[in-house]
């Protein structure tokens, strides 16, 4: 099946917080895979290029093409193929010697340019817009780069849409709100200014966090490999946080979301309390060793004791076993 139009006017999204309901508008763009003859329907900026250059009538790679242009510009405040050849930026007489009276952005939509990032073409780049060291990650930086690189010409090449849910789920859980002009950056961020954990926007200093990484076991005694997820929050006195599932189990798109564990930070101590929805079999330790001490959450458990750098595990019992190493970490720590 083909959506045809994915652009941010047919993105709607549930307002409040605790729901994440997501509908597509227009539905009766919709239709079957076509390889010729049809209409072509598009918004202008978010059409893939062979679509707008008439070469082909519409298939699921054009549909992940308009998605990743949506996802990068939402991102980085620019669109990914508007750069010095377009915006008049570019130094040389390029837009003069060669497209003097032609539709230069048209062109660029067409995907007759590199994109602005292009790691073996430098020609349409752009210093405008966030700078995408703060925003991407490696996975993600990957998927762009498939999608606007080898993807502009080649539509069979670009990442499919399976890829992106995990990507920007395991971004997102890296980042914490700032104090101070609310912007959102990734944990580890060091500013090259203070060289400490200060928001890269305001300098702000990072606000505590909770980060739980998440461990696949081996065995006992076997050495632990790098986390295959971790899950990093703000978490100050008073505040209920909501640990979801994909922190245990592997991605999955029905129930990566679903509420696993709430935890809850007291001048005494950490609550950590089994979800309504938790279906995860869990166990706890206090300590620095994972080895031992754990006991079954049946419910509820609570950690006395509070330090500057507590630290405790979880263990997920599963046919695919994970151990999660949780630590509360002040600020500027």
């Known amino acids: 099946?083909?959506?045809?139009?994915?652009?941010?006017?047919?993105?709607?999204?549930?307002?409040?917080?605790?729901?994440?309901?997501?509908?597509?508008?227009?539905?009766?763009?919709?239709?079957?895979?076509?390889?010729?003859?049809?209409?072509?329907v598009y918004t202008p900026k978010y059409g893939a290029p062979e679509l707008v250059q008439g070469k082909d009538s519409g298939r699921p790679s054009s549909d992940c093409h308009a998605f990743a242009v949506v996802a990068f510009y939402l991102l980085s405040l620019i669109h990914p193929f508007v750069g010095k050849k377009v915006d008049s930026t570019d130094d040389g007489d390029w837009a003069d010697a060669e497209n003097d009276g032609e539709d230069i952005e048209g062109k660029a939509f067409a995907g007759l340019f590199p994109w602005v990032d292009d790691q073996d073409d430098d020609s349409n780049s752009s210093g405008s817009g966030l700078p995408r060291s703060l925003l991407l990650t490696e996975k993600l930086a990957m998927l762009f780069e498939g999608t606007f690189g080898l993807g502009r010409t080649t539509p069979l090449l670009r990442p499919t849409i399976y890829h992106w849910p995990e990507a920007l789920a395991q971004a997102a859980d890296m980042t914490v709100t700032c104090s101070g002009c609310s912007m959102s950056y990734y944990y580890d961020f060091i500013h090259p200014e203070t060289e400490d954990y200060n928001c890269p926007y305001c300098k702000t200093q990072r606000p505590q966090v909770l980060i739980l990484e998440s461990y696949r076991w081996n065995g006992p005694n076997k050495p632990l490999n790098a986390p295959c997820w971790r899950?990093?929050?703000?978490?100050?006195?008073?505040?209920?946080?909501?640990?979801?599932?994909?922190?245990?189990?592997?991605?999955?798109?029905?129930?990566?979301d679903t509420a696993e564990v709430l935890t809850s930070l007291s001048d005494n101590g950490i609550l950590i309390k089994k979800s309504d929805h938790g279906q995860v079999n869990l166990s706890v330790a206090v300590g620095c060793h994972p080895q031992s001490g754990f006991q079954k959450l049946y419910s509820q458990m609570k950690i006395d004791g509070l330090t500057p750098d507590i630290q405790f595990w979880m263990f997920a019992h599963l046919n695919s076993p994970r151990l999660v190493k949780c630590v509360i970490i002040g600020g500027g720590k």
Do not use: C, H, K
Not at 8 to 37: K, Q, Y
């Open 231 to 256: 899950y990093v929050r703000e978490i100050s006195q008073g505040t209920e946080l909501t640990i979801p599932r994909r922190v245990f189990d592997e991605f999955a798109m029905l129930d990566s």
């Open 1 to 40: 099946m083909v959506y045809g139009d994915i652009s941010p006017n047919n993105i709607f999204i549930s307002e409040g917080l605790d729901d994440s309901t997501v509908w597509l508008i227009d539905a009766d763009n919709i239709r079957f895979e076509i390889t010729t003859g049809g209409s072509v």
